[in-house]
T-cell receptor, first 113, second 109 residues
């Protein structure tokens, strides 16, 4: 069983569309994250949810919204997609907030045309 | 804000060589992570450490808190070690991890 699974793996869409990326973890972890990796492979935190509460929200446009129906799921909704949103998005989880090992999903490559 | 610098950015070596990747950061941290990203794209956590040294198989990670520096060593390197190695630091606050830009390692047979 995959510990952290995210879907879809690839997402190609037009500018202006709204899309979602789903993430689920079966590790019983309390904290989940969304990271963005740009074309130069640089990773940056977008959101973190601990027990369904948003902990951090870096300088991310409000077109991006995390939704957590329960602590095993953290989905990422993106409205009005722009060309600059093209990147690889990684979901991850850790046992708790703080100094804990991270478990990553396999990534979603988003291409906005 | 913590600045995380990795060196080298790119490294090509022959199979069997001893590999060292360095990571420096500017502000005190509570923990440092080493991550591995294979060409297929998946990211795996190798180590999380806040002091001293950790070893797993052929991989060794060390950290010097006073000097704000960490190293990742690979002994008896193998082509399957070819990957991007990423250093990330946790400042202990609400900002989460700050990442380095990664070191692209290629091990040639």
């Amino acid at each position: 069983d995959t510990a952290v699974s995210q879907t879809p793996k690839y997402l190609v869409t037009q500018m202006g569309n709204d899309k979602s990326i789903k993430c689920e973890q079966n590790l019983g972890h309390d904290t989940m994250y969304w990271y963005k990796q740009d074309s130069k492979k640089f990773l940056k935190i977008m959101f973190s949810y601990n027990n369904k509460e948003l902990i951090i929200n870096e300088t991310v446009p409000n077109r991006f919204s995390p939704k957590s129906p329960d602590k095993a799921h953290l989905n990422l909704h993106i409205n009005s997609l722009e060309l600059g949103d093209s990147a690889v998005y990684f979901c991850a989880s850790s046992l708790q907030w703080g100094n804990e090992k991270l478990f990553f999903g396999s990534g979603t490559q988003l291409s906005v045309l | 804000k913590n600045e995380v610098e990795q060196s080298p950015q790119n490294l090509t070596a022959q199979e069997g060589e001893f590999i060292t990747i360095n990571c420096s950061y500017s502000v005190g941290i509570s923990a440092l992570h080493w991550l591995q990203q294979h060409p297929g794209g998946g990211i795996v956590s190798l180590f999380m450490l806040s002091s001293g040294k950790k070893k797993h198989g052929r991989l060794i990670a060390t950290i010097n808190i006073q000097e704000k520096h960490s190293s990742l060593h690979i002994t008896a390197s193998h082509p399957r070690d070819s990957a991007v190695y990423i250093c990330a630091v946790n400042g202990g606050g609400a900002d989460g991890l700050t990442f380095g830009k990664g070191t692209h390692l290629i091990i040639q047979p």
